[in-house]
């Protein structure tokens, strides 16, 4: 068996939020692999199904650039290591032209490698350096995801920032005409989706179909090895099981949510209502959404260390 370090057990923690001492029983029972405890715990519904990490810890901004026209859009992380830097307008004035120069690039690598929009003497990379140079902090273009529609293609691309720029979300949908795509109860459709999406951290996918069968699986097995089960007849836990995984998937999906201004109505439904509006057929076609510093992990410090240290360099 592997050695269960203190190190792993605390990794583990922080990713479930589960206790110490069950953390620790769920890697000896899965000789160490952290992904396979972490299925062990949800199991034992000692963590939930869709916990994210704690372990959010870089400040910045996440912004978004839609292209006039709505065809093209784009969602930029960039971090700092203060609120306070994030709050500068130096610094959210960078953050917005990286993404309208984002639009046209397919990496970062790529994006720091252009022409700088306000000085086409200077980099991007060698702009952010001087930034870095006046603010006193480290700056990262951490990641962008670019929605452009294909041509002959007829929609929207929209977004919607909350939360002070701490969660982003980018929306793609797709008409029949450019007509339905200029409808203002389309338009609408769109910003209440990319609403929706953010108001809802557990969404992942569009629809049902969407979801790929190895994560439709990978719930199944857990609903089937989950104790309550256990003592059951084999064809009893399938239809108990069945309809969980069906609850669940739907939990995964945006169109099954409530929708947040109606909770008398589905995402479907307000999709199906606006078809009817429209005249034509149309769909929430792909979403992405980010939320500010996830899964990066905060180094800690102590207070008055800190404190110390700071009145050491004066």
Excluded at 82 to 91: I, L, Q
Excluded at 115 to 143: A, C, H
Aim: charged residues 30%; aromatic residues 4%.
């Amino acid at each position: 068996m592997a050695e269960i370090s203190a190190k792993l057990v605390q990794e583990l923690r922080q990713k479930t939020g589960a206790g110490m001492m069950d953390c620790k029983k769920a890697l000896k029972e899965t000789d160490g692999d952290i992904d396979n405890a972490i299925d062990w715990l949800r199991q034992k519904n000692l963590v939930s199904a869709g916990k994210k990490s704690d372990r959010i810890a870089a400040e910045g901004l996440v912004d978004t650039y839609i292209q006039p026209g709505g065809r093209v859009g784009v969602l930029i992380e960039v971090n700092c290591q203060t609120d306070f830097v994030a709050r500068n307008e130096a610094f959210k004035n960078l953050v917005k032209n990286l993404a309208k120069l984002a639009a046209t690039a397919d990496s970062v690598e790529s994006l720091l490698a252009q022409p700088y929009i306000q000085d086409q003497s200077l980099t991007v990379e060698d702009f952010i350096k001087q930034i870095i140079v006046t603010l006193g902090e480290n700056i990262q273009v951490r990641r962008f995801e670019t929605y452009a529609l294909a041509e002959g293609t007829s929609g929207i691309v929209d977004s919607y920032i909350h939360t002070g720029g701490r969660v982003g979300v980018l929306v793609e949908l797709k008409s029949q005409t450019d007509a339905a795509a200029v409808n203002e109860e389309f338009q609408s459709l769109a910003r209440n989706s990319a609403m929706q999406v953010a108001a809802c951290p557990n969404v992942e996918y569009v629809s049902v179909d969407q979801i790929p069968a190895e994560v439709a699986q990978k719930e199944k097995d857990i609903e089937m090895g989950r104790d309550d089960l256990a003592n059951k007849p084999e064809n009893i836990k399938e239809k108990i099981v069945q309809g969980r995984i069906e609850k669940r998937l739907k939990e995964l999906t945006l169109l099954d949510q409530p929708f947040i201004r109606d909770q008398s109505i589905s995402v479907e439904d307000l999709v199906k209502q606006v078809k009817a509006k429209v005249g034509e057929e149309i769909q929430v076609n792909r979403f992405v959404r980010f939320v500010l510093g996830e899964g990066i992990e905060k180094q800690e410090s102590n207070f008055a260390e800190e404190v110390a240290a700071q009145m050491g360099r004066k």
